[in-house]
Nanobody, 124 residues
């Protein structure tokens, strides 16, 4: 059984940084299996943040503040978030695809496995 477990969320001030981690277990995800971060703010729909496969994709609102990386040896994907803003407040979810893909990285339907989420709160 595949599990994705996020960690690293918390409450910070505007301009601070956070590093989210997502550890996968139950199977190995190669660099060609897309892994992504989505987020959902209160009262809003889940939205794409970033994903990595053989290429990397970021949502426009990231504006160079976030970086996704993966440690294949540890079956982990990392989201480094800098210059956080109050509008970044949300539950952040890790997702992984069971199949290789280099397209559609921003589409939730691409992903078969989801974590439970970690809360990120940014106050002004």
């Amino acid at each position: 059984q595949v599990h994705l477990v996020e960690s690293g969320g918390g409450s910070v001030q505007t301009g601070d940084s956070l590093r989210l981690s997502c550890a996968a277990s139950g199977r190995t995800f190669s660099s060609y299996n897309p892994m992504a971060w989505f987020r959902q703010a209160p009262g809003k729909e889940r939205e794409f943040v970033t994903a990595t496969s053989s290429s990397t994709l970021y949502a426009d609102f990231v504006q160079g503040r976030f970086t996704i990386s993966r440690d294949s040896a540890k079956n982990t994907v990392i989201l480094q978030m800098n210059s956080l803003k109050p509008e970044d407040t949300a539950v952040y979810y890790c997702a992984a695809s069971a199949y290789y893909s280099t397209s559609g990285l921003g589409q939730p339907s691409l992903y078969h496995y989801w974590g439970q989420g970690t809360q990120v709160t940014v106050s002004s």
